[in-house]
């Protein structure tokens, strides 16, 4: 049974992962996963369009469901069909709730009050829940057409804001300026793939492919001041400056490069592909496939839409197979969501743990462990993942740190419990798994994950040592530093941390600032040599650098500490808890200085849950110094014959 | 030994100086950061790191409030040799500390080279333009130039410093006093308006381009991307009285200012310190490109031709990111560009003699590290594998 229970729990994990897995059957008759497989060039890369929703999804309004919170299914299945309705029947979009505004003086601005806001429930369940702040209290997300009316007031405001300095902006300024950045993100996107205003893009197009060589001639006799047929000059004229507004106004390059063109960086707009026209005198064929798509989309004619996608994906696979390979895994593995169902895992593994110090150590422990092993090998598929579609080493950005650093630390937890079999490991493992998880979405509310790394950057055999060996470092050092808040908590307000359990987390501690020393020593120095070969200096007193070296530091001065008998185990558990806040503030207090040649991710808004969570840890430190009376695990009353405090407690 | 030495001994000795060092280091590298928003990257090297105390002004009085780098560093190093000579006996065991540390002194020596021996400078290059000397970032220099002759120029550079403390330069090569009057840190030109309003006073020059700009003062900039431009009055006196006064700045649109004297033709003008190299560069051909569809760089580099005057080199090299040219102790590497302007490369250059003491340093380190944390890793294996064996 010992036994059993265990493999029960792995099976059901496995079993979950798997079911992410699967493909999801289409809800609709048109094949939307389909369309969201399309291959399209954005920021220097080449992605499914699914990619695009997603990411675009995320940056509009920081999560990939579009719902309101008065019905409770959501308003389209998935990020790809939500993108099919802005670019083919933006009418319908724009009534979609997708633009989240939390700041008040802009809310007020937009002349929201917060009797507007505010949701009024029918029942009277809901009502009481979102007093409690389970389901939402107040609006916080906005159609186009709720905002429709205050495009001038905020394009005024966002012309104020934007010759600001980043670092010095205003909470409303910074909102001002990322709700005008997402209307134009969200403009780009509606003129990606037909001309605006045009109901039948379609018709346009055939009638504009007959008349086009009559046009042009017509055209040039304008120009020429010959006799014209002054009707057909207009209608070209027309169209022609639909295809520059949509050439012009879109950053999607969904046309790939023609048949012969090898060049991987001819991809262009629909409407540059369409502007074409009136020197090949043929419409390009994407861009006429992706009208055809657009009127069978409007006029809910589902097989054409198939057929459609069919062709127009055999005829551009014959040049781009491999790349459309790539974008294809991308899609599956955007559905997937790998990390989500680790996150879920590491929590569920967390409670799993928690609960085994508390009763059935052994089934619950075990039970810990394989499902923090399966949510491991998840992100580890997940980053395996991300490093093949983007031919890169693991960490190239802000977000993939986060997912390295949990990664990282999670596979030192999990050689720790196999160690010492004691749940810690798992228990740490749920917590720095989970946490890292969640930053890393944070950090993706930014736009799409996987950018382009910038020429500085761009050297593959230093992102996959300096950054590889660094990162490490700021896992091992967050392992050490969360061991030592499961001393510190067990300790004081529990009587599970017995002397066996204390030693055995010292020495973990311990083993772990070792392998944290040498990581976080050798990547600075790797760093030094890479800024040595690169710009002729070894070492430039760089805020990123100065945060590497303050991390070696500060473990040195705990093993030294440690050598010195000037610290015992609480002394050490503390000073662990510090390097959290060193390396937190490495991490992420460096890049928000703004100044530096690392500063690569500025991000404002992190800044207070990062001072959160440095107080948060001078609280844990706080918490370590009280007196050993009164930690529970320590206090025991010298009753029938038990040593008393002091001695029960030796060495702490 | 007497009891003053002994305790002297043991304070530098003691491990517990040694954290208390580690901690004060980490703080200063701490708050310099910090400062870095304030002061820039150079100021604060200069104020935290290349310093034996970090001061701050109260009033007027600098007041020393930290140990500076010297000073935590020095100590330090005293603390790791002197404990090492002291107390360390050499075995097996202990072999991967000893490597650690002597590699720790090897860094901190070499760091200090590098603050004394370091220098850093900028190119500028324009396309099929040679050019034989590199500019400081920081310091700058008021030039006279006699020109008289066309196939070369006679220089005398006065340094900043001096025409900031507006020390009259009597030099041998030169038949008239340099008399520095004003000096400005950093300012900026404006044209003056042909008609002058009344009220404005005048200009102070009375030579040159000077009576047509005026000077406006500006505050001492510390941002990384901006340079103090200095301006400054500068009077000549000659033998038979004053030639006159001339604005000269460091902004480098202004062009020197010529003018005769006692049948010579001199210039005169304020510029970035330069450094005189014994080959010229020419920018061949500048290359920039950007990411499909985006702005982000994907790369930069630039063609070279290096060419020295005895005709031993000459020869083309390509500088592109993460690949500089290393070149007679100088590393050139491709560092900025002009936006818009592709027959332009900025190149920064470096001279770093000691640039070798980090390797040694830190590879000893690594080793000793991963001998001293392999020897605690199989002592804790082996710890672990005995007590099963005993039941058996």
């Known amino acids: 049974m010992k036994k059993l229970i265990p493999l029960l729990v792995l099976a059901a994990t496995v079993f979950y992962v798997a079911r992410t897995l699967m493909p999801v059957p289409e809800a609709s008759a048109f094949k939307i996963a389909a369309f969201g497989e399309l291959p399209v060039l954005v920021n220097g890369r080449i992605k499914p369009l699914d990619t695009v929703a997603r990411s675009s999804l995320l940056q509009l309004q920081g999560r990939q469901r579009v719902s309101s919170p008065l019905v409770s299914a959501p308003i389209v299945a998935t990020p790809s069909e939500w993108l099919l309705e802005v670019v083919f029947r933006p009418e319908k979009a724009d009534t979609f709730p997708t633009f989240q505004i939390d700041n008040p003086d802009l809310l007020a601005l937009l002349g929201k009050t917060e009797d507007d806001i505010k949701i009024k429930y029918e029942k009277t369940a809901l009502k009481v829940l979102s007093v409690f702040g389970f389901v939402p209290s107040h609006f916080r997300r906005f159609s186009l057409r709720d905002l429709t009316p205050h495009i001038g007031t905020i394009q005024e405001q966002a012309k104020l804001a934007d010759p600001i300095e980043a670092a010095v902006r205003t909470p409303f300024q910074r909102a001002v300026l990322q709700l005008y950045g997402n209307l134009v993100h969200y403009q780009r996107l509606r003129h990606a793939l037909v001309a605006p205003g045009r109901t039948d893009f379609l018709g346009d197009l055939l009638k504009f492919q007959d008349n086009v060589v009559a046009g042009v001639a017509a055209v040039r006799a304008k120009q020429a001041g010959q006799e014209h047929d002054a009707a057909l000059v207009s209608t070209m004229t027309e169209i022609g400056e639909s295809f520059v507004i949509m050439a012009e106004s879109t950053n999607l390059l969904v046309i790939p490069p023609d048949a012969g063109n090898s060049d991987p960086t001819a991809w262009k707009p629909a409407g540059a592909a369409l502007l074409e026209t009136f020197r090949t005198g043929r419409v390009n064929s994407g861009a006429l496939a992706y009208a055809g798509l657009a009127h069978a989309w409007r006029n809910n004619q589902p097989e054409q839409f198939n057929k459609l996608i069919e062709l127009y994906r055999a005829e551009i696979g014959k040049r781009l197979e491999p790349q459309l390979t790539k974008v294809g895994a991308e899609k599956r593995f955007n559905v997937a969501q790998p990390f989500y169902s680790s996150m879920t895992l590491y929590a569920v593994a967390l409670f799993v743990g928690l609960f085994s110090w508390l009763l059935w150590p052994d089934v619950l422990g075990r039970s810990a462990f394989w499902i923090t092993a399966v949510a491991w090998l998840v992100a580890t598929g997940g980053m395996a993942m991300r490093m093949w579609i983007e031919g890169r080493p693991p960490v190239t950005n802000l977000y993939s740190s986060a997912l390295f650093v949990g990664w990282g630390a999670v596979g030192l937890c999990l050689i720790l419990e196999q160690i010492y079999k004691n749940a810690i490991g798992s228990v740490a493992a749920g917590v720095i798994g989970f946490s890292t998880l969640l930053i890393a979405h944070h950090l993706s509310l930014s736009g799409d994950t996987m950018e382009m790394m910038r020429a500085v950057l761009d050297s593959n055999f230093w992102l996959a040592t300096h950054v590889i060996v660094v990162t490490a470092g700021y896992s091992a050092t967050f392992l050490a530093g969360f061991l030592g808040i499961i001393y510190i908590l067990r300790g004081l307000f529990t009587r599970t941390l017995d002397s066996v359990t204390a030693d055995a987390l010292t020495r973990m501690v311990y083993g772990i600032i070792c392998f944290a020393t040498l990581f976080s020593f050798v990547g600075t120095i790797l760093g030094g040599i890479w800024a040595d070969q690169s710009w002729g200096r070894f070492w430039g007193w760089d805020p990123k650098e100065n945060g590497a070296l303050i991390i070696v530091i500060w473990n040195a001065v705990i093993l030294h500490a440690r050598w010195g008998g000037m610290i015992k185990q609480r002394g050490l558990m503390n000073l662990a808890i510090g390097g959290n806040i060193v390396t937190s503030w490495s991490w992420f207090g460096t890049n928000m200085l703004g100044v530096g040649l690392h500063s690569y991710g500025f991000t404002d808004a992190a800044f207070v849950a990062l001072s959160g969570f440095v107080l948060s840890q001078i609280a844990f430190i706080g918490l370590g110094c009280l007196p050993l009376s009164l930690w529970r695990s320590f206090n025991r009353r010298p009753a029938a014959g038990q040593p008393d405090a002091a001695a029960a407690a030796p060495g702490r | ?392």
């Not at chain 2, 009891?3 to 580690?22: D, G, H």
């Not at chain 2, 400062?35 to 104020?47: M, R, T, Y």
């Not at chain 2, 020197?256 to 014994?278: C, D, S, V, W």
């Not at chain 2, 920039?288 to 020295?308: C, Q, V």
Request: net charge positive; glycine share 6%; aromatic share 12%.
């Open chain 2, 1 to 392: 030994m007497s009891e003053l030495i002994r305790q002297f001994r043991n304070f530098f000795v003691s491990l517990r100086l040694t954290v208390v060092l580690l901690v004060l280091g980490m703080i200063l590298v701490f708050a310099a950061t910090l400062d870095q928003v304030n002061l820039g990257i150079w100021a604060v090297q200069e104020k935290y790191f290349r310093s034996f105390f970090v001061l701050w002004n109260v009033g007027d009085i600098p007041v020393p409030v930290f140990p500076g780098g010297y000073f935590v560093g020095g100590l330090l190093l005293i603390n790791l040799t002197v404990s090492h000579l002291y107390r360390f006996k050499f075995t097996l065991r202990k072999s991967g500390i000893f490597l650690t540390h002597v590699g720790l002194i090897l860094l901190l020596l070499g760091e200090l080279f590098t603050g004394l021996l370091q220098e850093d400078y900028s190119m500028r290059l324009e396309q099929n333009v040679p050019k034989n000397y590199s500019e400081s970032f920081r310091e700058n220099e008021l030039v006279v130039l006699d020109v008289t002759d066309s196939q070369f120029d006679d220089v005398v550079s006065v340094p900043e410093e001096r025409v900031a403390r507006a020390e009259a330069i009597q030099h041998p090569k030169l038949p008239f006093r340099v008399v520095p009057k004003e000096y400005y840190p950093n300012s900026a030109l404006q044209n003056r308006p042909e008609t002058e309003a009344p009220g404005n006073a005048p200009s102070k020059a009375t030579q040159g381009i000077g009576q047509r700009v005026r000077l406006v003062p500006l505050p001492i900039t510390y941002k990384q991307n901006e340079r103090n431009i200095p301006a400054a009055f500068v009077e000549l006196v000659g033998s038979s009285g004053s030639l006159g006064t001339w604005l000269v700045s460091a902004d480098p649109r202004l062009p020197n200012q010529r003018f005769e004297h006692a049948g010579r033709t001199y210039e005169i003008a304020m510029r970035f310190l330069r450094t005189y190299k014994p080959f010229e560069l020419t920018l061949l051909k500048f290359s920039h490109d950007r990411y499909a569809g985006t702005e982000i760089p994907k790369n930069f580099s630039s063609n070279i031709r290096l060419k020295t005057p005895d005709g031993q080199d000459d020869r083309e090299v390509l500088i592109y990111m993460n690949n500089p040219l290393r070149y007679s102790g100088l590393t050139f590497y491709q560092a900025s560009f002009e936006p818009g302007n592709d027959k332009v490369t900025i190149l920064q250059v470096v001279r770093n003699p000691s640039w070798l003491v980090p390797y040694i340093a830190c590879s000893l380190m690594t080793f000793g590290l991963l001998i001293q944390f392999g020897i605690h890793l199989f002592a804790f294996v082996g710890k672990r594998r005995a007590p099963r064996a005993l039941p058996a």
